[in-house]
DNA sequence: TTGTAGGCGTTATCAT
DNA sequence: ATGATAACGCCTACAA
């Protein structure tokens, strides 16, 4: 006989059965508010699951059902506003469908996160996953064996994989287009990490600007986080640009300060770009122009393309997002280069 | 016999210990590395497990020891930068460690905390629970039931229930104690949630200066979020303080918003204070004046008394966190009433 | 309508 | 060192 290690004896669904003198089977039934069950043995046996206090094992449950109504999701670092968006998203629009959410948080590390990808995937019914930075090739590798998965952020580089994409170079075109519009004529551009998907599409589109009028770019190295933007400050006034487009709104934020704290003037100095849209733009001083992402609605959107696949429904269609572009105080006109 | 709905068939133990000749039991040892196995048989049951894509269901595991590997934290809002420091911090903590994390929010909804505590506990090992709004008794009732558990950011009401403290008092002197030194002779405080154990917190340590030169404190009803600190600018004006001490930083940076929008001068013509620390109040500009609070620290603490439980070690110490003050550019001395 | 019993995929005890 | 086999706690097809 298994003696497992197990503490205090669990209340199970033999104890209820033998208190409401049925059998564990009537007892599920109940529990489930299945089947026509007689109210009378209804009624004695949700006495005496509250009696005892009876809550049924999910883990037994999941075991016999074949699902365990979680959900994973894995994000490069779990810090970062942008994430932290999708996954509320999914956490509520899941929850409201009575699913639940495991987190896991790669600290930013590709390869972590193929490991934690298979993991998280195991424990639950199915995968969102948020990997900017993973190698398509790879990707292309891992997607089948984690079905059912959505991607979020990026487009799937095999069939079958719902993912949810943003036009990373509508938003850029939109920004850059704006910025040309206010007279500038050399943007530096504050690159975010090698090897990110969203970077690349941004640069691909920064490369990609037919109009003859279009202002030159200048590309900054930079990153993906406040330190980033901060440090890159003097790089960036050394190009001579009018206008600073920023990878995302953190390296934005974080260039905003180190100017302010320089006593340059934006925008009559030079004017600041962010992107993403996170909460905080709006609020810096000045408010920062960016092409907002709904990262929230993608993560709802991602659950409906999960359920979808759960409760084998239509499948939904594949979704690309467009940024909406937010002017605000932190652009002006360009101001004269004094060369 | 009973036919689940599985869609295709899972790979289990009983395929790689019929693959790999040898019985389950063996194929189990293998995997966990227990005992002493034949290398021999180890390497032909590594093999077929490998062959055959194998890899355990988390699942059974979890039902046949009973324990499963999980732990969850409720938040009221993953939307807020606080919370999502102590998700981080228990995430990456609990990861070190092979646990996962079950994430819950509750939509700032203190009734669906206690549900989703509930809920949450069953389907884990152990719970974090943070739950500022919850009134002391009903939180008292709750607990035990919900053992193992950590408390963060308020002290238990009930013994034997692991709590990490702020001390929100402490904060709030020492962001009153340098205004104080300004010459800051009225306060405007810019309240958070009524119900709030933090802002109860914070009222007291206010109402108990003692210090004869203590400044006059004027109370501000207003919230939590930034667009409460927004709006509250014009009540914030018309009480005719020098300082705004505001509940948290996502209200003083909604106040720094609105303060910079209609052109009145920080600290200039008023200082502003925050709280907690927040990644992005020494961004803002001017940078923010804030009460630091350690959340990622604390989510990691947090697991540290989940684990000690868990494992049961030596029970760690309940813990109570002093903010740390970060005078930045928001505040300055104070400027001459003109009344 | 209710009960019986087998199975979900592991782990762990007890023989061998 | 390995193999049967009984749990773990629940669900469900089938019989009554």
Known sequence: ?????HGGRRITIAHVAEAAGVSRATVSRV????????????????????????????????????RTQTVAIVVPDLGNPMFQDTLRGLSRAAARAGYRVLVADSAENPDEEIILAREARRRCDALVLVSPRMDSAVLGQLLPELAPVVLVNRESPVDGVPSLAVDYGAGIRAIVSELQRLGHR????????????????????????????????????????????????????????????CFNDLVALGLLGALHEAGIDVPGRISVTGFDGIQFARFASPALTTASVPQTQLGEEAWARLWSVLSDAEPADDLTVTPRLEIRASVGPAHQVHA
Not at 1 to 5: C, D, F, G, I, Y
Request: aromatic fraction near 4%; glycine fraction near 8%; charge should be negative.
């Open 1 to 5: 006989m298994a003696r497992t290690a």
């Open 186 to 245: 050399r943007l530096a551009y504050l690159a975010g990490p090698d090897g990110s998907y969203g970077n690349r599409a941004r640069l691909d589109a920064l490369h990609h600007l037919l109009d003859a009028e279009s202002p030159e770019i200048v590309e900054v190295p930079c990153g993906a986080m406040f330190e980033d933007g901060y440090r890159a400050k003097d790089a960036v006034l050394a190009t001579g640009a009018t206008a600073a487009v």
């Open 31 to 66: 529990m489930n508010g299945l089947a026509t069950v007689d109210p009378e043995i209804g009624r004695r046996v949700r006495e005496a699951a509250e009696q005892l206090n009876y809550s049924p094992s999910t883990v037994a449950r999941s075991l016999a059902m074949g």
